[in-house]
């Protein structure tokens, strides 16, 4: 990529940007193609092959070659999630902000779509905290839906809201991040088309969202919350700037969160409150273009009441037979949405219920099936949970075969040993069900997901 397909006034405005090597940048894009990097599931180990480790992020690895991730069943299981290395920074900041802090925290992901950063918090979470996965925009809330499924926990909600619809619930958060949308310059190497779209009038337009989503969701933000602010965007406009405004506007103090010289992150400072700001340059990182920062919040907002006890009453046969296709049992809270079964951790049925009264959910822990007489219909969510009961349903192991064939929805060439409903594994993680029936397999892999293309041939990821 040559200097001159850069946007007009583009490298002009960058030059003085803190950290900002103009040689190195440009070379960075007309001569390296950008990494691949994948970070593995910890809930769900595998024999995932990767190369080197991502420095900031523990499960974070750089992959040699890209492979073809659609016909590699374990991404299908939720064994790993491709994602943009600088991105996986923010576990970086959530570990260091939580310490060695065990108290159940509240997490609310502002603009989650796709779910990247969604499952990274989620691997940095325990079991007792809530992640409140939320997408404005509609059409892209099922794919965040689906990676939040695959990743397997149950301490998930997934909402479609404004910022500004999350007004009542003054106070309910421990920590925010705000992936902004922003003008998109840290993903130029990577989304060459990102450059049709970059202009200094949508940089200016992007600062002006920017505050109007913060100052929207800056109240359901707790005294002494943290809010992780990101974008990939190399402007000061929609960085620095914001910290300034954010500190200026609201009562909030930065965190400084501390690096490695080894890494190449470009430590900032804001120009009136001195924030501290952290930007990823391709050419000075193996990583495309971020900032991240972390400010803590020092003021009461006041809080809501949104305690409430409310719990469905359920038939007690019937929860029974739903309980024994989950572990632990005891550990969850059931409850109906029209006929079908979910469970969330129990710790979080009161914080369910506020959400409940206020946003638009899509997703609450996980959904498990519906009842038809003393049999469930299991779930597909179900199937990929990591709670699971294995012993309560039937397993049929595949090889990677079968595995893209049963992917796909193709006819399966594999002779059941059992009959009912089977959880179709691979490398004894699950991908879903299917039942086995005398004479024939009927697949019940999801129709919206199932694989649409022909696979290759080969697989670097898989031995």
Known sequence: MANHTF?????????????FDRENFIH??????????IRLNPFKPSNTQTDAQVPWCAEGFYLNERPSFTFDPLFHAGAYYVQEASSMFIS???YTIRGNDTDPLRVLDLCAAPGGKSTLLNSALQSNDLLVANEIIKTRVPILMDNLTRWGTANTVVTNNDPRDFAPLKGFFDVILVDAPCSG???FRKDPDAMNEWSEANVNLCHQRQERILADIYPTLTEDGYLIYSTCSYSHQENEDILDWLCSTFDMESIRIPLREDWGLVESQSAT????????YPGKVKGEGLF???LRKRENSGQSNYKSNAQQKLPAKELDIVKAYVNNADDFYFFKVNDDWLAINREHKESLNALHRHLYIKKSGTRLGKLAGNDLIPDHELALSIYINKEAVLSTELSKD??????????????PTGKGWSLMTYEGLALGWAKLLPNRINNYYPKEIRIMSTPLTHNPLTP
């Open 7 to 19: 946007p007009d006034k583009f490298l002009e405005n960058l030059a003085a940007e803190p950290g």
């Open 28 to 37: 960075a894009h007309a001569s390296e193609s950008a990494p691949t990097t």
């Open 92 to 94: 970086h900041i959530l």
């Open 185 to 187: 310059s840290g993903m």
């Open 273 to 280: 409150a001195k924030a501290w700001g952290y930007r990823f």
């Open 292 to 294: 991240a920062a972390c």
């Open 402 to 415: 079968q595995a893209i064939q049963y992917l796909r929805r193709d006819n399966m060439d594999i002779t």
